[in-house]
């Protein structure tokens, strides 16, 4: 029988949540099985509600599912939340020092510091976190060495009193649940031939940039763009790269720019309040043609809005940002291994054309937790860095004209000197008012956008070519839109899912193409105005026959967009 489980783990923030969640989710990825798991957290240090939700599978995950098999409650107010959410055979495992109301038609299994802990009262938070780890492997029939080992692994720097009582609980929590949950078993599950990973949609665009070369980022803090200056500086040391905290975002895009010019390999990001402080500096960019790659992790807003939630509402912003016309390229990836190839594929972009790119992501995949094999990552990327070395003769044109609107770069001190302007400019670099060179300048710059799209696509499809009904999305959407395309066609629906990860410029033929044949076509969209469909109709003429969208800050489930798509015909 396949293996499909929810498991909801919900507390308040401190309460240690996802101390419980990531070893769980390691030691079932270990266990051979596939697992991906959500986080949906408050803007706060502690209190609110949160939770992580894992689902744990026998088949890989490109998605999060609706429903709970098991509902672990740190507190009351989870089990108030959460409980309509439990299926008929689902279990309960709780805080019974915090969790006094507990329904009675289902099993249940309490835990306290004293029952597994007897005697270190100082224990108590730990006792329960490493408990709950014990009890779900309890419930899952699944083998508790893993988890005794990842948490002796964890926890040895704390000293050999906490890993004991980590392991002790854990084996306490372990004996409580057994058998209690039989329709829950993994028991048979088979240990994968490989080691897998388990790895967020930041976490691998932060190695993409590294495997490409990257040497300098920059950035100040914001949800959820945060998590790749922590993945870069978690790394920084091993690869040589320098990690600058700026004093705010048009700091961080400054100095950014300035060490792209300077000849590194540079990045830089925020979230969409702080890129509205980096649009000077994104003209700079642009007016300069130094190469940059900047993450905007989009989140709902306008303003500083729900700043731990997901959008995909960024796109018109970052496709407008910035005075005049200039090109530029946006991507989105919509899976970690996406992430990894699109953020390398970001700075061969921006060294090629000379310009900024853009890698477009938001909180879903952002924390996400996805299950992958290694060989979905490659071993090598392409390194591009399309320098001109060697001697020069003569005058050197850094904005030389061209045919293609790329000029010759050069580093500045590595031969003839280097002029760059943030005025309109002559080719030498040299700043002008002469309109004939100005039109000429600014033509040189568009025709970039005539070479770079040819080299864009990132189409993803799946399902039958000849389907009716075409779903269309884009980046982080990707999974949920995956599964529900998949549910369609095993319920005899045929459909066919057309997916987008590099939106500028338009790869209008490809997309075009991939949608021919659509007799419905549905644009689903985490934006409340279906801004990627106008972005279609824009550029092709082509426009979605009916949207499904959501803006209430949480991700699409498979659900979702299954009951968006009631009554179209």
Known sequence: ????????????????????????????????????????YESRIRGGHLFNLIRVADRPLISSREGVDILVALNQETLTLRFKELSRDGVIIYDASRVKEIPDDHPSVALTHED?????????????????????????QAP????????????????????EWNVQ????????????????????????????????????????????????????????????????????RRYGVVVEQAEDEIAAINMALGASYAGVRSMTGSSGGGFCLMTEGLGLTAMTETPLVIVEAMRPGPSTGLPTRTSQGDLGFVLGAGQDDFPRAILAPGTPAQGFALAAKAFNLADRYQMPVFLQTDQYFADTQFTHEAADFPAQVEIDRALETGPAEGEYERYAFTDSGVSPRRLPGFGPVVVADSDEHTPDGHLTEDLEV?????????????????ELGGITAAGPAEAPLVLACWGSSYGPVAEAVARLNADQ?????????????????????????AQKLVMVELNATG???????????????????????????????????????
């Open 116 to 140: 597994l802990i007897p005697g270190e009262a100082k224990a108590g938070e730990i006792a329960v976190n490493a408990g709950v780890c014990g009890a779900l492997l309890g419930l899952l």
């Open 531 to 569: 801004q990627l469909n106008r972005l279609l109709r824009q550029e092709t003429g082509l426009n979605a026959d009916h949207l499904v969208l959501k803006y209430d800050g949480r991700p699409f489930t498979p659900e979702y967009i299954l009951r968006g798509l009631k009554g179209i015909g």
């Open 493 to 517: 629906v045929p459909a066919r899912l057309v997916h987008l990860s590099e939106l500028w410029p338009f790869p209008r033929d490809a997309v075009s193409a991939a949608l021919a044949g």
């Open 1 to 40: 029988m396949p293996i499909d489980l929810n498991i909801l783990i919900g507390g308040t923030a401190g309460q240690g949540v996802h101390a419980i969640t990531l070893p769980l989710a390691k030691t079932l990825v270990r266990r051979g099985c596939q697992v991906l798991f959500i986080q949906s």
């Open 144 to 163: 508790l060495g893993p988890m005794l080992e990842l948490l002796k692994e964890t926890f040895e720097a704390k000293g050999a009193p906490v890993v």
């Open 169 to 236: 609980a854990a084996t306490r929590g372990y004996e409580l649940a057994a058998g209690k949950g039989a329709a829950l078993s993994l028991a048979g599950m088979p240990q994968p031939a490989e080691r897998r990973l388990l790895i967020s949609g930041h976490e691998a665009l932060a190695l993409g940039a590294l495997a490409a070369g990257l040497q300098f980022i920059s950035g100040y803090p914001m949800t959820p763009w945060s998590s790749v200056l922590n993945a870069v500086g978690q790394r920084a």
């Open 438 to 454: 100005r039109l000429k300048m600014h033509e040189k710059r568009l025709r970039k956008l005539t070479g770079l799209v040819q």
